[in-house]
């Protein structure tokens, strides 16, 4: 069994990007800009966006951030995202999720030029996405398919078995996975036998949210096994998957913390020097 080092290839992705960045201000004479605006005061949510606004300044992306209260009105948030969206200094527009309850988060992310998408949440780049077209990827299951690749892992061929179906995560999985030759199976709540699916799965991709969701007979004898999920319980951060029991049956798997969730804000990155790029040319 191989532990998956999302930590340490994230960091070498950072690393590269520094440079990247540095050859793109210098070629272009422009600076990379990201906007993050957060609505409310969700803790993990302020939490997510410092450590977002840190990688930015690591890697010599500028960041702009806006922190609106929570009982902000649609109109003012349409606003914000509008003047940002216009804003030549802006080169990616990130709403973080989730918004608070009274918001229209869809009319909301929809104002969001699909060529400053970083997220890849608009339905124009998800739409590229399934065509096969070049676009703003969502940053989670881009996230997935570099820890793949940087570990020598090639989907080709093989059975992957994605639980979860959301637009953030589980259906952009599944149309890169297909992209990349996978026989895709997308399991939710309404899969029948659901054990006996992931239990056929090269590759089993979790990504619901609940603690020790992903159990040993889940998990075929080889499989390479990628956790997505992050939910808390006793205060500390944990995975879909149950690790001690599943980890002896793989042949890879990532760990929680320390997987994919600092590859989420490498590809955040990536995507707004790819932003940065294209508006260049």
């Known amino acids: 069994m191989t532990c998956i080092d999302g930590k340490k290839i994230a960091a070498e992705i950072r690393a590269e990007l520094r440079d990247e960045v540095a050859r793109f201000t210098r070629q272009s004479g422009k600076t990379v800009g990201l906007a993050v605006v957060l609505v409310g005061d969700d803790p993990a949510s302020a939490v997510y966006v410092r450590n977002k606004i840190r ?40 709403v973080q999720l989730p918004l608070p309850a009274h918001l229209d988060g ?10 400053k998408d970083v997220d890849g949440f608009t339905a124009e780049n998800l739409g590229r996405l399934v065509c096969g077209e ?13 820890l793949l690749r940087r570990s020598g892992i090639d989907p080709d061929g093989m059975h992957a078995v994605v639980v979860g179906r959301s637009n953030i995560v589980g259906k952009p999985m599944a149309m890169l996975l297909l992209n990349a030759n996978a ?6 709540t309404h899969t029948k036998e659901l054990a006996k699916v992931c239990a056929q799965a090269d590759l089993l991709i979790s990504a619901v949210g609940v603690p020790a969701f992903i159990t040993a007979d889940m998990v075929k004898e080889g499989a390479v096994v990628i956790d997505v999920g992050i939910s808390r319980k006793d205060g500390k951060l944990k995975g879909d998957v149950d690790f001690d029991a599943v980890a002896p049956k793989t042949s890879c798997i990532t760990p929680v913390p320390g997987g994919v969730g600092p ?19």
């Open 55 to 94: 990688a930015c300044e690591e890697v010599g992306i500028r960041s702009f951030a806006y922190t609106l209260p929570a009982d902000a009105s649609q109109s003012a948030v349409e606003a914000l995202v509008t003047e940002l969206a216009s804003d030549n200094a802006v080169d990616g527009i990130l």
């Open 106 to 115: 869809e009319r909301i992310l929809s104002l969001i030029p699909p060529a």
């Open 134 to 146: 070049r676009g703003p990827v969502a940053c989670t299951p881009l996230g997935v398919m570099e």
């Open 183 to 188: 026989t895709v199976t997308v399991c939710h």
């Open 263 to 281: 590859m989420t804000i490498a590809m955040l990155l990536k995507n707004t020097l790819t932003c940065a790029m294209r508006s260049a040319k």
